[in-house]
Nanobody, 120 residues
Framework: QVQLVESGGGLVQAGGSLSVSCAAS????????MAWYRQAPGKQRELVAA???????NYADSVKGRFTISRDNAKNTVYLQMNSLKPEDTAVYYC??????????????WGQGTQVTVSS
């Protein structure tokens, strides 16, 4: 079993910054791609940013230049630094990871989600 535990998030004013992190633990052989998704009320879950094990990244157009995804492979942890936040960034942010488990099968896992609220 693998668990993804998120931390960070909270309430911030527009223009402010916030960071979230997600640590994977359990029966891990190797954590491959990791990503952050978000889901606002009444909307579908959308990809915010993704990062490969080699740290190649891609971002949603709506967050380019404002958000930065990074990872620490030794800690099986992914981070999302969010700057210049806007009210439309308000959502539950979910961590996602493709994990090669100790039985050498790759599975996709989700974190429990963390709320990010940006006030205007």
């Amino acid at each position: 079993q693998v668990q993804l535990v998120e931390s960070g998030g909270g309430l911030v004013q527009a223009g402010g910054s916030l960071s979230v992190s997600c640590a994977a633990s359990g029966s891990i052989f190797r954590v491959n791609a990791m990503a952050w998704y978000r889901q606002a009320p009444g909307k579908q879950r959308e990809l915010v940013a993704a990062i490969t094990r080699g740290s190649s990244t891609n971002y949603a157009d709506s967050v380019k230049g404002r958000f930065t995804i990074s990872r620490d492979n030794a800690k099986n942890t992914v981070y999302l630094q969010m700057n210049s936040l806007k009210p439309e960034d308000t959502a539950v942010y979910y961590c996602n990871a493709a994990v090669l488990t100790t039985n050498l099968y790759e599975y996709n896992y989700w974190g429990q989600g963390t709320q990010v609220t940006v006030s205007s």
